[in-house]
């Protein structure tokens, strides 16, 4: 499952900050996500949860912020939300250049302290 993998991957980034930042015990990880990123968020918080129950960051959970996709046109130098896979400029039909929507970013971590459910 191509979520297990980015979750892995994404823990071990995680675990290495807190490391660095003496943080322990359940954080929030906080990651933008674009729509075209090929990664499914819900799989990826499943995927996640999982993982980083077995370390010391149990109990930690993801806040996915999701990305729409956009384009650029360099010819008329505009940004335009891309929708039904028309990645023409909607003003002079020149191809666009993807600026978001593609990524898969982590933004901030922060902790759970102070935070009641
Ligand atoms: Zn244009």
């Known amino acids: 499952m191509h979520e297990t993998t980015i979750a ?4 071990e980034q995680v ?3 807190c490391a660095a930042n003496s943080l322990d015990g359940a954080v929030i990880i906080h990651l933008e996500v674009g729509v075209m990123s090929g990664v499914e968020s819900r799989l990826l ?11 010391n960051l149990s109990g ?6 999701k990305v729409p ?3 650029a046109c360099d010819h008329c130098d505009t940004t335009v939300e891309i929708r039904d896979f028309n990645f023409r400029c909607p003003h002079c039909r020149e191809p666009l250049r993807v600026r978001t929507g ?12 102070g935070i009641t459910p």
């Open 60 to 65: 930690s959970g993801l806040a996915i912020t």
């Open 102 to 113: 593609e990524e898969l970013r982590l933004v901030s971590i922060t902790t759970t302290e």
């Open 8 to 11: 892995g991957r994404l823990l």
């Open 69 to 71: 996709l956009t384009g």
């Open 45 to 55: 918080e499943i995927a996640f949860e999982r993982l980083v129950s077995d370390t």
């Open 15 to 17: 675990t290495s900050i």
